[in-house]
């Protein structure tokens, strides 16, 4: 069997992030929807009516979304971690007539999985790959139940060398 074009393996991986995204996304909505920890809605809405409210798109930028009017809004650190949220994300949040906050991943950019080694200092955890730092969530390391030390696969931007931050995708 001839090898595949490298155009089509790019195509590939792209849609099986997709799917994976997708995935994530549709957990989060059944965690939401039956109460359990770990749900996008930070404040539960009694019914599917309220959820009506003022719609925000903006950018997230490791932690938190930048709204298009300058302002932050936090982003939910299990949230983020558990949907591998990468800087550069777009995320359409919602903010309810109750004043629930209701985060959607709707535009995820392209990425890339690199391996790299745990490490801690000044309080904050990091990613040492390619010759270089990735900040993680600490919401990351607990629930990938990851230690100081430890290979880990982690997911950047793939067209953002400055990148800060990165999502964890799995401990090695």
Do not use: C
């Amino acid at each position: 069997m001839s090898e595949l074009p490298e155009k089509q393996v790019k195509r590939l991986y792209a849609l099986i992030q997709e799917a994976e995204t997708n995935l994530a996304a549709a957990k989060e909505l059944l965690i939401s929807i039956t109460g359990d920890d770990g749900a996008v809605i930070t404040k539960r809405s009694t019914n599917l009516e309220e959820a009506r409210g003022k719609v925000i798109e903006g950018v997230f930028d490791g932690q938190k979304m930048a709204g298009p009017d300058g302002k932050e809004y936090p982003v939910p650190a299990n949230y983020a971690s558990k949907s591998k949220l990468v800087e550069g994300d777009i995320l359409k949040l919602t903010i309810t007539d109750d004043g629930s906050f209701v985060y959607k991943q709707i535009g995820p950019i392209e990425r890339k999985l690199i391996i790299g080694t745990l490490v801690q200092h000044d309080g904050a955890y990091y990613v040492e790959a390619n010759g270089r730092e990735y900040r993680i969530l600490l919401a990351s390391v607990t629930y990938f139940r990851i230690n100081v030390n430890d290979q880990v696969t982690i997911i950047v931007p793939a067209d953002n060398p400055e990148a800060e931050w990165a999502a964890v995708e799995a401990a090695l």
